[in-house]
């Protein structure tokens, strides 16, 4: 029963990892579009969207059964 909780936790926070990759995506496309922005700031949320993406990809493999082969 504590690993169907587990499971569901990981699925709720694989799901807001997903949506801020997303909003971080549309956030960086809207600086690069207005041309007002310096080099380290667009630097910086590139850096934290490849974070979210790490992040993702490892709770996405946590949730895969374990097959041994």
């Known amino acids: 029963m504590a690993e169907i909780d587990e499971q569901e936790l ?28 310096n080099s380290l700031q667009l630097q910086r949320l590139k850096k934290r969207k490849l974070i979210l993406k790490d992040q993702i990809y490892r709770a996405q493999n946590s949730l895969l059964p374990d097959i041994i082969a």
């Open 10 to 37: 990981l699925r709720a926070k694989l799901e807001q990892l997903k949506t801020e990759h997303g909003d971080l995506d549309r956030a960086i496309d809207a600086l690069i579009e207005s041309g007002n922005y």
